[in-house]
């Protein structure tokens, strides 16, 4: 099966600037989930989809990051205005559908660096 | 809320040499635990989870794990590590009725030929 797919790989950005990344799960897969891996620390879980619908976005910063993920298939994450701290990997992930018995399957990532 | 530590941020080990690598979580009740492998530039991989019963985990690509309740532990081991081996691995937990699974902040391995 293909894997999760995710573009771009790369993003080069300056300060106050608006980046937004791409995500396309796994076919069939109803849950999908973003993360933010700083260098240096594990993932930090930003938003997770259930189909179309927000189940957890409490860690997601709402004044400058949003995500969507219409039709409930690929989702777009957001950051407009982009911050220094801001650097990171953003992972997507998706499962087949929501709880623990259901591995997380993890695309490659997009790496933005913010100038 | 649940937490999770890995004590090594660094670890070397030379090729056919037997591997450990440390997990301390906090929870109050049985967590749910996972080891993921990150190799440079992808995505993270399930090696092996625990979540009741036999308390020694078989994974993949010859990786256990053994949780120690008495420890709050969930230490990952290899008998025999392959140059192939070398990457991030991090450890993770999730509570009981919250789909949130909490990352360490990873133990990067290094292999000597």
């Known amino acids: 099966e293909a894997g999760v797919a995710q573009s771009p790989r790369y993003k080069i950005i300056e300060k106050r600037q608006s980046v937004a990344f791409w995500c396309n799960p796994i076919s069939g897969h109803a849950t999908l989930y973003w993360y933010q891996q700083i260098l240096g620390q594990g993932p930090k879980l930003l938003i997770q989809f259930q189909n179309n619908g927000v189940v957890d976005d409490s860690q997601l910063p709402k004044d400058r990051f949003s995500a969507e993920r219409l039709k409930g298939v690929d989702s777009t994450l957001k950051i407009q205005p982009a911050k220094l701290e801001d650097s990171a990997v953003y992972l997507c992930a998706s499962s087949l559908r929501e709880g623990y018995n259901s591995p997380l399957h993890f695309g490659n990532g997009t790496r933005l660096t913010v100038t | 809320a649940q937490s999770v530590t890995q004590p090594d941020i660094h670890i070397t080990v030379s090729e056919g040499a037997s591997l450990e690598l440390r997990c301390n979580y906090s929870?109050?009740?049985?967590?749910?635990l996972f080891w993921y492998v990150q190799s440079p530039g992808q995505g993270l991989q399930l090696l092996l989870k625990?979540?009741?019963?036999?308390?020694l985990v078989q994974g993949i690509k010859g990786f256990e794990a053994e949780f120690k309740r008495s420890q709050s532990s969930f230490n990952l081991r290899k008998p025999s590590v392959h140059w192939s081996d070398a990457a991030e691995y991090f450890c993770?937990?999730?509570?009981?009725?919250?789909?949130?699974?909490?990352f360490g902040k990873g133990t990067r391995l290094h292999i000597l030929p």
């Open positions: 625990y979540f009741s019963g036999d308390t």
């Open positions: 929870y109050g009740a049985t967590p749910y």
């Open positions: 993770a937990v999730g509570a009981h009725g919250d789909d949130k699974i909490i």
